[in-house]
């Protein structure tokens, strides 16, 4: 069975704080990204990644940043956590550019809390 | 840019009758549409794609979607809801350099007893 995995289901950080959000998949897949849910606003991206080392900004990229140093992981850092990034965020991968018929699969998400 | 858009926040149905969750879709080209399924705290599930051939797609869990060119539309039915519908639906769509997907805004399906 394929997998997405994020390493937490829910944090809860201190404004301030520097937080990393952890992905991991096994079916080595090229593209990955993080996405932002909230209540009315549907899934917004905040960064995608296409290879290792290589990063695109999304729809919402101000005070995120990403990291991918293998092909299997992927992380979201935020900075300097804000109350304002309190969220639903969920990563997901999908197989190469240009096959535009095949699914993304997703993993559990992880509800930020910033306090 | 190709875009998808979910007209109704939320839908509600009792258990039994049909379901109709709607999308329509903005696309240059031949689109290539997804519908999505997030039950309560956890991420979303595929639950069938357009590509071509049929426009009637068959999905997991019962589910179909109905691709209209002529409406640009792809809702998404369900011949009789169960209570364990209950979810968040999400439509989405590729871009065409097929790296990303772009989703519509969600709609809340609650099916009561």
């Known amino acids: 069975d394929v997998k997405v995995t994020q390493s937490s289901r829910y944090l809860v950080k201190r404004t301030g704080e520097k937080v990393f959000l952890e992905c991991v998949q096994d079916m080595d897949h090229e593209n990955m990204f993080w996405y932002r849910q909230d209540p009315g606003l549907g899934l917004r991206l905040i960064y995608f990644?296409?290879?290792?080392?290589?990063?695109e900004k999304g729809d919402i990229p101000e005070g995120y940043s990403v990291s991918r140093e293998k092909k299997e992981r992927f992380s979201l850092i935020l900075e300097s956590a804000s109350t304002n990034q309190t969220s639903m965020y969920l990563c997901?991968?999908?197989?190469?550019?240009?096959?535009?018929?095949?699914?993304?699969?997703f993993g559990q998400g992880t509800r930020l809390t910033v306090v | 840019a190709q875009s998808v858009a979910q007209p109704e926040d939320q839908v509600n149905v009792a258990e039994g009758n049909p379901l109709t969750v709607k999308c329509t879709y903005s696309v240059s080209g031949n689109p290539y549409l997804f519908w999505y399924v997030q039950y309560p705290n956890r991420g979303l599930q595929f639950l069938l794609k357009y590509i071509t051939g049929d426009n009637l797609v068959k999905g997991s869990y019962g589910f179909e979607a109905e691709f209209n060119k002529s409406q640009t539309s792809f809702h998404l039915k369900k011949p009789s809801a169960l209570v364990s519908d209950s979810a968040l639906y999400f439509c989405a769509v590729p871009n065409n350099a097929g790296n990303m997907l772009t989703f519509g805004g969600g709609t809340r399906l609650m099916v009561k007893p």
């Open positions: 990644s296409y290879d290792v080392k290589m990063k």
């Open positions: 997901a991968s999908s197989p190469p550019p240009g096959r535009r018929n095949t699914e993304a699969f």
